[in-house]
């Protein structure tokens, strides 16, 4: 095991007995939802895990040391302190200066990847941003996933990013894309975007097939699973047209760039929403974690 990192006991002893496991991201809480939502929704996504026989494993940067499985003082903090929002290039800076941070779906995934564990849940993935051409703007969980073996459970990405182009990307990193049920890619509150997807599988069990055989070819990129938000939980198509487009004329007009771009979207679309926006982001975590749980029992079951 890497000494850097620190496994919690339950985490350490799940995997060493091959029972499922499944990463949880940081960011989602620090800087993704509201205070103090946030903190009741870490605790909820971790034991509806536990209520199916899955391990969580959620993942942050504590005064230096990577976590692997937090405690509840750990998730209380993640939720409560003003954490730095931490990508891959964060976690060195972090260790050697004992900060913490929370950890973007890109750190989460590689430490995850690092303490063995291959399934992973979170909200939306990062993606290429509008006017990224301009900008450079690219998450950097999408360079993370083409090196990083790890299945990631999304609904996708949110329309306020390029979703076309962060689908060409990934198929640039050579990132396998599924949908679960459905070949119409997801933009996270709504069900559907503008974007087909050429392959769609319909079980838990069919995405470990599809991880074994990755497995089998010598492939060491992430897995990316869409899942759509269930129809009687999506937001309503014209309040979200709305004030998505109401947030991104905001964001233009204030300058906000770079890293802060995301959590200033999320939060400004769940004030312009009245918080709708905020239940259907619960809803689709939820749900999210949940495929994830059967993907990682089912990926546990093969030994
Ligand atoms: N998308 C969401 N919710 C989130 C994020 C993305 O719908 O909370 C967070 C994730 O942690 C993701 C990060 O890894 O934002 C991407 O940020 P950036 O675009 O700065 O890479
Ligand atoms: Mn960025």
């Given at each position: 095991m890497n000494p850097a990192l620190h496994l919690s006991d339950e985490v350490a002893e799940a995997l060493f007995a091959g029972r499922p496991v499944v990463a949880l991201e940081s960011t989602i809480i620090s800087h993704g939802l509201p205070r103090p939502r946030n903190h009741a929704a870490a605790i909820e996504f971790e034991e509806l895990l536990r209520s199916t026989g899955v391990t969580p494993a959620t993942i942050a940067v504590l005064d230096g040391v990577p976590r692997i499985g937090l405690d509840a003082e750990g998730v209380r903090r993640i939720a409560e302190e003003d954490l730095a929002k931490a990508s891959v290039r964060d976690l060195p800076i972090l260790a050697a200066r004992g900060a913490s941070g929370a950890t973007t779906v890109a750190a989460t995934a590689h430490l995850a990847a690092k303490a063995g564990i291959r399934v992973f849940a979170t909200g939306g993935l990062g993606g290429v941003h509008r006017g990224a051409s301009e900008?450079?703007?690219?998450?950097?969980d999408l360079s993370t996933l083409a090196v990083t073996p790890i299945t990631v459970v999304s609904?996708?990405?949110?329309?306020?990013?390029?979703i076309a182009a962060t689908l060409e990307r990934l198929e640039t990193y050579s990132v396998p894309v599924v949908g679960l049920g459905t070949t119409v890619f997801p933009s996270f509150w709504l069900r559907e975007s503008a974007f087909t997807l050429d392959w769609a599988v319909d079980t838990a069990e069919q995405v470990a097939d599809v991880m074994a055989a990755h497995d089998a070819l010598g492939h060491t990129q992430g897995i990316v699973v869409a899942n759509p938000i269930p129809a009687d939980q999506a937001w309503d198509r014209e309040e979200h047209d709305r004030v998505l487009s109401t947030a991104i004329g905001e964001a233009e007009a204030q300058g906000i760039r770079g890293k802060a771009v995301t959590p200033f979207l999320l939060g400004r679309i769940v004030e312009l929403s009245d918080g709708r926006s905020l239940e259907v982001n619960l809803d689709l975590a939820r749900n999210n974690v949940r495929v994830a749980g059967r993907i990682a029992a089912a990926w546990a079951a093969r030994g």
């Open positions: 900008t450079f703007d690219e998450s950097a609904a996708g990405v949110k329309s306020v990013l390029d």
